[in-house]
């Protein structure tokens, strides 16, 4: 909808000339310096003004009642003890207001500064489960005696909420990425999802955009903003929404950990409760991912801000996580052949061409025991055969040991067969390795078998495993499956 002509946007000199006369009317001096503040996506404007005395961010909000519900939800959670900006002043009928400066650096570009690899260092996790510890405190005692009638648009994470933010994935993501769905069977998977959602308990302070860059952090400490989207709604909603934030890239691993420490500092201690929290969880994660695809597609596609869509390639590899570790317990069947070919595109994965590093699940096996099952699902990858090598084990002096022994490896080391296999092995990952690089596609499975899966193909795992990682500094999850071990 498009605005009122009041509310149409100011151009640059008349808001830094508003803004400067507000200053001076709410704290009796002129501002000595006035300069924008990046606001990405928003249709707010945001200013640092300072004097001499102070500095402060001045605000113009197109949208009043949006302005409306954050200095009243500012004002309310500041009562109760939180961190949010003190509001100095607000003119509804402007659109104008000031707020404390709370600095620079966001939990995003903190975290963009202190990471050097794939995990995060152990300050950010710090940063990050400070961050969490306050979740709860604006869920539950803040929460419940907010006035939600401030809320906007709706107060409450309802259904016709949900069918906005899936029909809004559909229409500016799907539609404009050329990725194919039927209509009618897409509309029915949504309902089915929206009734699953309506199942959680709702009777909490959703914050609605509780991710990295809206967390500010002055002396160590995080501080929020960008709240005034919040409404009533589910408790996973927000902890989905940090932890599945595209371009945060948070793997595995740790969002397992900050999901253990979210659900202790929220007082979901008892198994029953961190299950019955647990079922909805991902289907949440699904949703927040979805919304902000979205946005992507809005911004991106619609709109030409390409720099929103090097934020897909990330959220794409969240898809694919989910859609490969997690369950959602209804029946979705068109939703989840959308979400596969979103994640199997490409296209998709090289948008912004970040690189989001390639991991090789390389496994040694016994051909009696039966070929490696892909769990993963690409349905791609290599087996060898390395029964056709000399076999170390038919001799007395190896027969107890493996292929990790540095007696067999000596042996293997000194058969021309096995080096000249190994070289076609490398001749063919090389190739591979190099293409899935190149299209950002993030998962390869290779497998070596041998009749006992002890000798033979332990050694050409082991000797795989290291060449990849000296090669592409690949990560490599290493299997000796017969051996039972296991190692990153």
């Not at 605000?59 to 509001?87: C, W």
Request: aromatic share 14%; net charge neutral; hydrophobic share 40%.
């Amino acid at each position: 909808m498009p605005l009122k002509n009041s509310e149409k946007e100011k151009p640059p000199q008349a808001l830094e000339a508003g803004l400067k006369s507000f200053f001076e009317k709410t704290f009796g001096s002129e501002p000595e310096t006035i300069v924008p503040v990046g606001s990405d996506g928003s249709a707010r404007r945001l200013f640092r003004l300072g004097s001499a005395a102070r500095t402060v961010i001045g605000a113009y909000g197109p949208d009043k009642p949006e302005n409306r519900a954050f200095i009243e939800f500012s004002r309310h959670f500041r009562k109760e003890g939180l961190p949010v900006p003190e509001i100095f002043a607000f003119e509804q009928a402007t659109g104008f207001y000031l707020e404390e400066d709370l600095g620079d650096t966001t939990l995003f570009q903190f975290m963009q500064k202190e990471r050097t690899g794939p995990e995060l260092p152990p300050q950010v996790v710090e940063a990050y489960k400070k961050t969490l510890n306050w979740l709860p405190k604006f869920q539950t005692p803040a929460g419940k005696n907010l006035d939600y009638s401030y809320c906007y648009p709706r107060a409450v994470f309802d259904r016709q909420s949900i069918m906005w933010d899936l029909n809004y994935f559909k229409y500016y993501f799907l539609r404009l990425a050329n990725i194919p769905f039927n209509e009618q069977k897409l509309e029915d998977d949504f309902n089915l999802l929206a009734s699953f959602l309506l199942e959680a308990d709702s009777d909490f302070f959703l914050y609605r955009d509780f991710q990295s860059r809206n967390v500010m952090l002055r002396a160590g400490e995080p501080w929020f903003i960008d709240y005034q989207g919040g409404r009533k709604g589910a408790a996973q909603y927000d902890l989905a929404s940090m932890l599945y934030d595209a371009k945060a890239d948070i793997r595995p691993r740790a969002r397992t950990e900050f999901i253990k420490y979210y659900l202790d500092a929220a007082g979901i201690t008892a198994k029953t409760d961190r299950v019955k929290f647990m079922r909805h969880f991902h289907a949440f994660a699904f949703v927040r991912i979805m919304q902000a695809m979205g946005a992507y597609g809005l911004r991106g596609f619609y709109e030409g801000k390409t720099q929103f869509l090097q934020s897909v390639p990330y959220a794409v590899r969240n898809i694919e996580w989910l859609l490969e570790n997690a369950e959602l317990p209804p029946k979705l069947p068109e939703l989840l052949q959308v979400l596969r070919r979103v994640s199997s595109s490409s296209r998709l994965r090289q948008f912004g061409c970040p690189s989001l590093g390639l991991t090789a699940r390389v496994t040694s096996f016994a051909y009696h025991n039966g070929v490696p099952s892909d769990e993963k699902g690409h349905g791609g990858g290599f087996v060898f055969d390395c029964r056709a090598l000399p076999n170390p084990g038919r001799l007395e002096q190896y027969a107890r040991l493996t292929g990790k022994d540095e007696a067999v490896i000596k042996f293997l080391d000194g058969e021309a067969a096995v080096s000249g296999f190994l070289e076609h092995v490398y001749g063919l990952l090389d190739a591979s390795v190099e293409n899935y690089l190149s299209r950002n596609f993030t998962d390869l499975m290779v497998s070596f078998g041998c009749t006992g899966g002890q000798h033979r193909s332990v050694y050409c795992a082991e000797a795989l495993a290291r060449h990849l990682r000296e090669k592409y500094k690949a990560t490599v999850e290493l299997t000796h499956r017969e051996l039972g071990a296991k190692s990153q």
